[in-house]
């Protein structure tokens, strides 16, 4: 059994930055790969950013947030992060966390808002 808590969210002005985070606890083991994806209303779900769980943090980043976005893991304390800056409101959208094996996505967090407004 795989659950993944996000937190992190809110409101935040245009060019402003966020760090959300989700809480990864799993049994027997955690997925081989952790990413997160958005969705903004009336659109499909979208693809962020991954990472490898195990062994080197080779990690994965959508052109859309690359150079803005980072994702990254603590694996002693089980967290995921996405550290975003230069928040643009194109970014505004529900963020999910989810977890699977290296070819698919199996587990998914009940997802967090992210606004950015001014």
């Known amino acids: 059994e795989v659950q993944l808590v996000e937190s992190g969210g809110g409101l935040v002005q245009p060019g402003g930055s966020l760090r959300l985070s989700c809480a990864v606890s799993?049994?027997?083991?955690?997925?081989?790969?952790l990413g997160w994806f958005r969705q903004a209303p009336d659109t499909a779900r979208e693809w962020v950013a991954s990472?490898?769980?195990?062994?080197?943090?080779?990690?994965f980043h959508a052109d859309s947030v690359k150079g803005r976005f980072a994702i990254s893991r603590d694996n002693h304390n089980n967290t995921l992060y996405l550290e975003m800056k230069s928040l643009k409101p194109d970014d505004t959208a529900k963020y999910f966390c989810?977890?699977?094996?290296?070819?698919?996505?199996?587990?998914w967090g009940q997802g967090i808002q992210v606004t950015v407004s001014s």
């Open positions: 799993a049994y027997p083991r955690i997925p081989d790969r």
């Open positions: 989810a977890a699977g094996p290296l070819d698919r996505w199996d587990h």
């Open positions: 990472i490898y769980w195990y062994n080197v943090a080779v990690s």
